[in-house]
């Protein structure tokens, strides 16, 4: 059985950094490319960042470059987010995808797994 656990939201004030992390169980966790979506509410799903399963390449929304990083340690099957500068427009709930490709996506269709969610509060 699959399974991806989010964990590393809190509530933060505006300006202020967290790292997300998604711990893999159950797949080849590299053989899968992994992605940060992010959803607020009456929103839909949006993409934040992705990460090619080798880790050699990384892609980002636009309202996240320069701030978010993401990353990968295959020898842990963990998957993370380093969120820096935050804003309150990234107040949402986070999930990581992951999808059975050499490439990630920008569409959440894409991806064959998700985790739960981790809730991201950012106050002004």
């Known amino acids: 059985q699959v399974q991806l656990v989010e964990s590393g939201g809190g509530l933060v004030q505006a300006g202020d950094s967290l790292r997300l992390s998604c711990a893999s169980s159950?797949?080849?966790?590299?053989?899968?490319?992994m992605a940060w979506f992010r959803q607020a509410p009456g929103k839909e799903r949006e993409f934040v960042a992705g990460?090619?399963?080798?880790?050699?390449?990384?892609s980002y929304g636009d309202s996240v470059k320069g701030r978010f990083t993401i990353s990968r340690d295959n020898a842990k099957n963990t998957v993370y987010l380093q969120m820096n500068s935050l804003k309150p427009e990234d107040t949402a709930v986070y999930y990581c995808?992951?999808?059975?490709?050499?490439?990630?996506?920008?569409?959440?269709?894409?991806?064959?797994?998700w985790g739960q969610g981790t809730q991201v509060t950012v106050s002004s």
């Open positions: 995808g992951a999808r059975g490709s050499p490439f990630a996506s920008g569409r959440s269709g894409d991806y064959d797994y």
């Open positions: 159950g797949l080849s966790f590299s053989a899968y490319s």
């Open positions: 990460i090619r399963r080798s880790g050699g390449s990384t």
